[in-house]
């Protein structure tokens, strides 16, 4: 079976979040947890990540196959499953560590990042503020943190922040879920 494997590096507010909507995505082959656009050196830690003195943010880079979904399609459902609008937070978490952002691999991925962008921006009152920025480093996060929702769901974060944000993503995008 051949596959047309690329990478996606997405940061949407808390990794838990965007890393539950992107699981459930048909032609995601992995989806892992992590940091990435700080300046803080050496591998960063989730307490230190927390802190927002790294320049970190949260992010997932997805490993999908392109000839089932696209990387188009990949952020269109990235954009309409968080607030791209909100400058440094997401619901209740704030700082820079949860900023909205598209870490892109090479120039292709950037061109298409700025197209879905302006085309999206249409569809929301307020203005995008959603950092588009080179993939510079990706630091894996702690193994506590990864398949976080599919472990925890029961949680009351999970329960109250991350099954309302699948609720949406069923709704808006059932023709490209597993």
Not at 23 to 34: N, T
Request: charged share 25%; hydrophobic share 35%.
């Amino acid at each position: 079976m051949n596959k047309n494997l690329q990478i996606a590096t997405l940061g949407g507010g808390c990794f838990w979040c965007t890393e539950a909507v992107f699981q459930e995505v048909k032609g995601v082959e992995k989806v892992v947890s992590g940091y990435s656009g700080g300046n803080a050196p050496g591998k960063p830690t989730y307490r230190e990540i927390c802190s927002g003195l790294t320049g970190h943010t949260e992010v997932i880079q997805i490993t999908f196959d392109a000839e089932i979904i696209s990387f188009e399609d990949i952020l269109v459902i990235f954009m309409t499953t968080h607030d791209p609008t909100t400058l440094n937070r997401q619901g209740a978490d704030r700082g820079t560590q949860y900023r909205s952002v598209i870490y892109y691999h090479d120039k292709h991925q950037q061109q298409i990042t700025e197209e879905v962008l302006k085309q999206i921006q249409p569809f929301y009152d307020d203005k995008i503020v959603t950092e588009i920025s080179p993939l510079e480093i990706f630091y894996e996060a702690e193994q506590e943190h990864q398949n976080y929702y599919r472990e925890n769901a029961q949680q009351g974060y999970c329960s109250f922040v991350i099954a309302p944000k699948l609720a949406k993503l069923r709704k808006l995008h059932a023709d490209k879920l597993k």
